[in-house]
């Protein structure tokens, strides 16, 4: 359930006590090409619709569920409202005049589509050093990440041994609304138990991580290893402008000790 929008926290003098993390090209990584691995996570979807029953043309769906898929994407970063990817198969088949499928066949197609782009994922080298070496320092970790589908995203979390490490999960395809959205960095805030000035956001994607933290008040961390292209925006955009920038997870532990000193 959403938080409530509240007014900006106050600030605290006790310095950064809770780091928040995106996660794709934060913590893990993609591996291969993804338009490429994308369109065959597609086609795996329509094999198994229709070993499930679904009668239905491969190549004619399989490119109508791309086609709807790529008008979400455009769609969720105007309203920045999530929808549940189910959706947008049952819309599929309804089109292709399949609209009894039971719930449970879409749900297994839609396991099948991920599988393979979850065995693309991969956790970048320095992470769990760096997960490990906060934690020890005593700071309470978050993770928000934007993602259309939340059992996806929770393998991706189990896969790659990141959950144990996190007082904090929250998923945009289970909140309904995605970065820089400022209720779901409220939420992490209530959660923690902290207030924005507490908080510091790490993460790839100058418009979702660091302009919404910002707005928030809070402190922001640019990790531009995997961001090079987004490297224009900064000029165009001051806005996007983060607290810091770092190459490697490695640098962030001291670089936080270093504002809390």
Not at 56 to 80: G, K, N
Not at 99 to 117: F, K, L, N, P, W
Not at 129 to 149: E, F, K, P
Request: aromatic letters at 8%; charged letters at 25%.
């Amino acid at each position: 359930m959403l938080l409530e929008s509240t007014d900006r926290m106050q600030k605290s003098p006790e310095g950064i006590r809770a780091v928040i993390f995106d996660l794709g090209y934060t913590l893990i990584n993609f591996s291969g090409d993804l338009s490429e691995v994308s369109k065959l996570s597609y086609s795996t979807l329509t094999d198994q619709l229709i070993a499930n029953g679904c009668s239905l043309d491969h190549e004619a769906f399989t490119a109508r569920f791309r086609e709807l898929m790529q008008l979400y994407y455009t769609q969720r970063e105007i309203d920045m409202l999530e929808l549940p990817v189910h959706r947008i198969v049952t819309r599929a088949l309804e089109e292709f005049g399949q609209s009894c499928v039971d719930e449970g066949q879409i749900i297994s197609a839609m396991h099948r589509m991920y599988e393979v782009t979850e065995n693309h994922w991969q956790l970048e080298d320095d992470t769990i050093d760096t997960l490990r070496n906060l934690q020890d320092r005593g700071y309470s970790l978050g993770l928000i990440t934007n993602a259309s589908d939340a059992w996806d995203v929770n393998n991706l979390i189990n896969n790659n041994q990141l959950r144990g490490f996190f007082n904090v999960i929250l998923i945009s395809a289970e909140e309904g609304i995605r970065k820089p959205d400022k209720r779901i960095f409220e939420k992490a805030a209530s959660l923690l138990k902290v207030d924005f000035s507490q908080m510091v956001m790490v993460g790839d994607t100058l418009q979702a991580d660091i302009l919404g933290a910002r707005q928030c008040g809070m402190k922001t961390v640019w990790i531009s290893r995997r961001a090079e292209d987004s490297r224009y925006e900064l000029r165009v955009k001051p806005e996007l402008q983060a607290d810091a920038e770092i190459r490697t997870l490695a640098e962030l532990p001291d670089l936080i000790s270093s504002w809390n000193n």
